[in-house]
């Protein structure tokens, strides 16, 4: 059975110069990259010319901006408690919407809970949009951070960070964005997104699990997140993961070479994803926005059918898709995205999400569109609720 992959928003594949780069750095170029000698040196020097890649792709002004850590989690727990440690003499007040990734929430989450800060989760248009507006209107005098996802996971709609940015700007309020959905997939320039920090991820476009990266721009109060070693401008204590970083370093040189005919074929393909479904399955609902989208991103309600059923018929056809409903450990929590955009629990339950990668081809899109109509009228007919 021919396998079909179209759970890119969960991880990519690696990229096999990805894997040509790491390689060496598993095996002979061992040294620490800490240590005074040629053998450590190496390994420096491979880490400086990974993060000045990263640097170029996200269009920040100084490598020094930029600290590798183990992944988007990391960058965001970071991001978050760091600054919330930094500035809570000043204020205990931080903005968010109710959209963000779980890495995002359940920290804001905990800084409510455990550490006695207010957070502000603001609401979102049935597109999944944050409208600036109330961004602006829920700034306060103790009002310390601001952090609003570049790019949904979920549903795929891209924020209006650049204006949010500005907003922050004006009021002095310190602007996070977790862009790991959107840094090697769209352009992300972080002077023109007006940001201060930004959290990226490398296995989300064709690098390795296990590392990312949080820009923090030259002049931002934030504490240290690991305390030991002098590794990371003395930020992020432990030996630095080089293999890894390495592979980071690639992944974000082949994404900035090839971003725009990835944009390009991604988009092809979704539209030709979404129009097919459209075409073929009846009661359906497109969430997310329209245009404002990830290139890769398809996410439907199909009415009267649960999103688990679905998943397990097309994992038996050999097709890896995700549920927009459950996204985790099995559990049966409708997605709080879907919800926070208006939709029922129902419609919820019956959402589905495919998510395209570079490697994806037309006629991988054909054979969804072969499958998927059977696989929803096989459910369909055994549904009460769509016979009755
Ligand atoms: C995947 C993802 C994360 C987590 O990144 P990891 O590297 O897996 O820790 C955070 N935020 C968003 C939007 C993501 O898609």
Redesign the pocket.
């Known amino acids: 059975m021919t396998k079909v992959y179209m759970d890119n928003?969960?991880?990519t594949p690696v990229d096999p110069k990805v894997i040509e780069a790491m390689q060496p750095y598993f095996s002979e170029v061992y040294g620490n990259p800490s240590s005074f000698h040629s053998f450590g040196r190496e390994g420096r020097n491979a880490i400086t010319e990974a993060r000045d890649k990263v640097v170029e792709l996200i269009g920040a002004d100084y490598t020094k901006e930029l600290i590798f850590t183990?992944?988007?989690?990391?960058?965001?727990n970071y991001a978050i408690k760091g600054v919330a440690s930094a500035l809570e003499a000043k204020g205990k007040h931080i903005i968010t919407s109710a959209v963000?990734?779980?890495?995002?929430l359940h920290t804001c989450k905990y800084l409510e809970k455990r550490r006695g800060f207010e957070v502000t989760y603001l609401p979102v248009d049935e597109d999944g949009l944050v409208n600036p507006e109330d961004v602006k209107d829920a700034i306060r005098e103790d009002t310390i951070l601001i952090t609003i996802?570049m790019?949904?996971?979920e549903v795929g709609t891209i924020q209006p960070i650049a204006q949010i940015g500005e907003i922050a700007k004006e009021a002095g309020v310190t602007f996070h964005t977790?862009?790991?959905?959107a840094v090697g997939t769209i352009p992300v320039d972080v002077n023109e997104l007006n940001v201060d920090l930004l959290?990226l991820?490398?296995?989300?476009f064709n690098g390795p699990?296990?590392?990312?990266a949080l820009y923090i721009r030259k002049g931002t109060r934030i504490n240290k997140f690991m305390h030991g070693g002098a590794q990371e401008r003395n930020r992020r204590a432990t030996t630095e993961n080089v293999p890894a970083i390495v592979g980071l370093g690639k992944a974000a040189e082949i994404a900035m070479e090839g971003l725009e005919q990835k944009q390009e074929k991604l988009v092809s393909l979704r539209d030709k994803l979404i129009s097919g479904i459209e075409e073929r399955i009846d009661h359906i609902k497109l969430n997310g926005h329209r245009e404002k989208r990830l290139p890769g991103n398809v996410n439907v309600s199909i009415k009267y059918i649960e999103g688990e059923s679905i998943l397990m018929k097309l994992d038996l056809a050999g097709i890896a898709a995700s549920s927009g409903s459950a996204c985790t450990s099995g559990s049966l929590d409708p997605s709080h995205v879907l919800l926070s955009m208006g939709l029922t629990h129902e419609v919820a339950h019956g959402s589905l999400r495919l998510t395209l990668g570079k490697y994806n081809t037309k006629a991988e899109v054909d054979r969804v569109l072969e499958v998927l109509p059977k696989v929803v009228a096989d459910l369909r007919s055994m549904s009460p609720i769509y016979n009755g």
Do not use: F, I, P, Y
């Open positions: 928003g969960a991880t183990s992944g988007g989690t990391e960058a965001d963000e990734h779980h890495a995002v996802m790019a949904n996971n977790d862009a790991v959905q959290s991820s490398g296995h989300k699990k296990g590392v990312g």
